[in-house]
């Protein structure tokens, strides 16, 4: 099974053989840079196992988290549209592992298969109302901004969307800091958020990793906060 949320899984077969033929594939590190912001647009890559952030500088030197992508998303497609240079940091979130495609073979790729454009462009709307969401959420208390962010984490690092509760959480390897750019709060009130979901049973914490044990339950957390109801 795979995750049609995931611009790779959303691909024919077809499209995505096209793809990998024309990629290479690159391992990072722990905060390696896949490109840098103001950098001339070189390539957009697939992540292909682990996850990335996309980060932003401000004028004045603040960063800012703006989204985290996992397997089968692709990174620099923005650049592309956006004229040759990069709008923002793509960093590995941990070991990554993407397939890499130059620029002026993306190119061609798009002329083969123009649907693959149409994908991106669906992806790109995907990211604005993801955005908007997060603007959304800026009225609800932290505890449940932090938990919704943890959640969209941890989905990001399945792209098999599991029904099996047998399997191990999965960590989100963020910190308090890095949590607290992506959600848009003080880190000391993502630290008093991230301890009452801890005392609640709705995550494990270690140092520098948080993992959600029971995603099922962090869901019905989610939809109670948010005053949603299942129909009965």
């Known amino acids: 099974m795979t995750d049609p949320r995931r611009f790779f899984y959303r691909l024919t ?4 053989g096209e793809l ?19 950098e001339a647009f070189a390539n957009v890559a697939l992540i292909r196992q682990g996850r990335a952030k996309v980060v932003a500088s401000t004028s004045d030197g ?8 996992g397997v089968g998303d692709l990174v620099g497609g923005s650049d592309y549209y956006a004229g040759g240079t990069c709008l923002a940091s793509i960093v590995a979130a941990g070991p990554t ?10 190119a061609g790729l798009l002329r083969r298969c123009p649907r693959i454009a149409q994908e991106i462009a ?15 959420a800026d009225s609800l208390p932290v505890t449940v901004r932090t938990a919704q962010v943890l959640l969209d984490l941890h989905h990001s690092a399945t792209p098999n969307p599991p ?23 003080a880190e000391v009130s993502v630290q008093k958020a991230l301890r009452e979901l801890a005392e ?9 990793r948080t993992s959600i044990p029971h995603p099922d339950r962090m ?9 949603i109801h299942p129909v009965t």
């Open 13 to 16: 077969p077809q499209e995505r």
């Open 20 to 38: 990998l033929a024309i990629a290479h594939v690159r391992r990072f590190r722990d905060g390696q840079y896949l490109t840098r912001q103001g």
């Open 62 to 69: 603040r960063r800012t988290i703006l989204m985290v992508c």
């Open 97 to 106: 592992e993407a397939a890499v495609v130059d620029r002026d073979a993306f």
């Open 122 to 136: 669906r992806g790109l709307n995907e990211q604005l109302v993801w955005a908007n969401r997060r603007r959304i």
């Open 163 to 185: 029904s099996d509760q047998s399997r191990p959480p999965i960590d989100v390897p963020f910190t308090q800091r890095e949590l607290a750019e992506l959600i848009g709060a």
């Open 200 to 208: 609640a049973g709705l995550v494990v914490r270690r140092y520098g």
């Open 219 to 227: 869901q019905r957390f989610l939809d109670e906060a948010c005053g």
